[in-house]
């Protein structure tokens, strides 16, 4: 069984300032790693995901993540905020080899504050 | 090319009564998954179903909930005598093969019951 934490509840930021969102996981076999945002009143919109390559990768919106295997994160980063990127942020997890389950975060609320 | 539509957007009901929420996956999608996000948590993972069978409702409470995807129309997620313990907001979400790269998530319904 996978889980994933997410370290901060709430991070304001101010518009035009850099930004990361934290996101660790556990889990004893390899894992696809998500994240997906979710604008109020809103269903889950994928920003990106990491299944191999390279770890850096890049989504929608000027997002970026990083898979770090050995500190088994996957911290969310945006170097400019702005006001519309003012949402909830999940991070989730999927085992390799054919699961279909997502395990998600709790969730982290980004305001960004003009 | 429409996304993965879910309706009711809002469902009221009394305790005692019945919620049915619908789903249409995106085209071409054959396997639904169905996910329940209670206030301040992350989503957890309810049933997966492909046309007329259901592939694994682990997630899904032993009691009052049941879920179905027919040959012909949307999946149905069915809670029977709700109670206020079920008011939360549930997501659909739907892919062309296993799920295992990620989902397509509809805008959810909201469960209020009063």
């Known amino acids: 069984a996978q889980s994933v934490t997410q370290l901060d509840s709430q991070v304001p930021v101010f518009e035009e300032a850099p930004v990361e969102l934290r996101c660790n996981y556990s889990s004893s076999v390899s894992v696809y790693l998500f994240w997906y945002v979710q604008y109020p009143n809103q269903g889950l919109q994928l920003l990106l995901k990491y299944l191999s390559g390279s770890t850096l990768v890049k989504g929608i919106n000027g997002f970026e993540a990083e898979f770090n295997?050995?500190?088994?994160?996957?911290?969310?980063?945006?170097?400019?905020?702005?006001?519309?990127?003012?949402?909830?942020?999940?991070?989730?997890?999927?085992?390799?080899?054919?699961?279909?389950?997502?395990?998600?975060?709790?969730?982290?609320?980004?305001?960004?504050?003009? | 090319n429409a996304g993965v539509m879910q309706n009711p957007r809002h469902l009221v009901r009394r305790r005692g009564q019945e919620a049915r929420l619908r789903c249409s996956p995106m085209k071409g999608h054959s396997h639904v998954y169905w996910y329940r996000q209670l206030p301040e948590e992350g989503l957890k993972f309810m049933v997966y179903l492909q046309k007329e069978n259901i592939i694994d409702e682990s997630g899904m409470p032993k009691e009052r909930f049941s879920a179905e995807f027919p040959k012909e129309g949307p999946s149905i997620l069915r809670i029977q005598q709700v109670v206020r313990g079920d008011s939360a907001a549930y997501f659909c979400a739907s892919s062309p093969a296993g799920g295992e790269y990620g989902y397509t998530f509809g805008s959810g319904t909201r469960l209020t019951v009063v």
Do not use: M, N
């Not at chain 1, 702005?82 to 975060?105: M, W």
């Open chain 1, 69 to 114: 295997k050995s500190q088994t994160s996957f911290h969310l980063r945006k170097p400019s905020v702005h006001i519309s990127d003012t949402a909830e942020y999940f991070c989730a997890v999927s085992e390799r080899a054919g699961s279909y389950q997502l395990t998600f975060g709790k969730g982290t609320k980004l305001s960004v504050i003009p």
